[in-house]
Nanobody, 124 residues
Framework: QVQVVESGGGLVQAGGSLRLSCAAS????????MGWYRQAPGQQRELVAA???????NSADSVKGRFTISRDNTKNTVYLHMNSLKPEDTAVYYC??????????????????WGQGTQVTVSS
């Protein structure tokens, strides 16, 4: 069993900053990629940013230059540093971890485990 727990959401004014954290724990052999998606009301869930175990990152064009993803492999934790926040960044942010357990490593792709989501609200 793998647990993914997010923290750090909240209410902030436009132009402000927030840092989201996400820690994975449990029956983990290797964590492949980790990242963040978000979902605004009435919209589809979209990828915000992701990072591999080696530190390679990718992010949505809408957040480039404002959001930075980082990772601490010793703590199985991923962070999303969000600067220059805009009202359109308002959404529930979901963390995921692509995990291999001892039973799944080498068998197929890593399984995505999701956090419960954390609300980010940016006021204008």
């Amino acid at each position: 069993q793998v647990q993914v727990v997010e923290s750090g959401g909240g209410l902030v004014q436009a132009g402000g900053s927030l840092r989201l954290s996400c820690a994975a724990s449990g029956s983990i052999f290797i964590i492949n990629d980790m990242g963040w998606y978000r979902q605004a009301p009435g919209q589809q869930r979209e990828l915000v940013a992701a990072i591999t175990s080696g530190g390679s990152t990718n992010s949505a064009d809408s957040v480039k230059g404002r959001f930075t993803i980082s990772r601490d492999n010793t703590k199985n934790t991923v962070y999303l540093h969000m600067n220059s926040l805009k009202p359109e960044d308002t959404a529930v942010y979901y963390c995921y971890a692509g995990v291999y357990t001892k039973g799944t490593y080498g068998v197929g792709p890593p399984l995505k485990y999701w956090g419960q989501g954390t609300q980010v609200t940016v006021s204008s």
